[in-house]
């Protein structure tokens, strides 16, 4: 006769050991979850008003410095005009900001193009404004000849980039480096 109900049996030292690993593995997942909910608490809340509110996505692009700054050079940059714009192609961001400034005419140099070449699209292009998004890597020769030269006329918008105003006509033809 059995000590125990029908259908269990004793526990062997095995299922003792899968036991304790099973409960240790569940015990420190409920310890992570509660970690989580302690951590992000302050956010969710936030999260939760916003998403009551219905401005959950428009909320989050206002946090991103890329997106005001996007939308900052909307009312700067008239509709007709082009702009170059000097940037390493780095996670996307370009992308982004061709996508604000739609449907003004868009140039994309690298920041490391030469002070000939850099002029010479911009006189070609017509272009009136030049952008150039921060980057960890310092500026190149085009880039900052552009910084130092009277036909560029920096445009306080605060943001992850700088903004100069191209006078065209200040540029003359004949570029060499």
Do not use: C
Not at 19 to 24: D, E, I, N, R, T
Not at 56 to 62: P, S, T, V
Not at 83 to 102: P, T
């Amino acid at each position: 006769m059995s000590l125990f109900a029908p259908g269990f049996s004793a526990m062997t030292p095995a299922k003792t050991w899968r036991f304790w690993l099973v409960g240790l593995v569940l015990g420190l997942w409920g310890l992570q979850v509660l970690w989580l909910i302690w951590h992000f608490g302050p956010e969710a809340a936030d999260l939760a008003q916003r998403a009551a509110r219905g401005s959950l996505g428009n909320a989050i692009r206002q946090e991103e410095p890329l997106y005001r700054w996007a939308t900052a050079l909307q009312a700067v940059i008239p509709e007709s005009a082009a702009y170059v714009f000097l940037d390493d192609y780095a996670a996307g961001k370009e992308i982004e900001v061709r996508y604000h400034l739609a449907p003004r005419r868009h140039i994309l140099l690298s920041p490391e193009v030469p002070a000939s070449f850099l002029f010479y699209a911009l006189h070609q292009e017509h272009a009136a404004f030049l952008l150039i998004r921060e980057s960890p890597k310092p500026l190149g020769p085009g880039t900052q000849a552009a910084m130092h030269s009277p036909a560029f006329q920096p445009v306080n918008l605060p943001g992850p980039g700088l903004v100069f105003r191209v006078d065209t006509s200040r540029l003359r033809w004949g570029f060499y480096d």
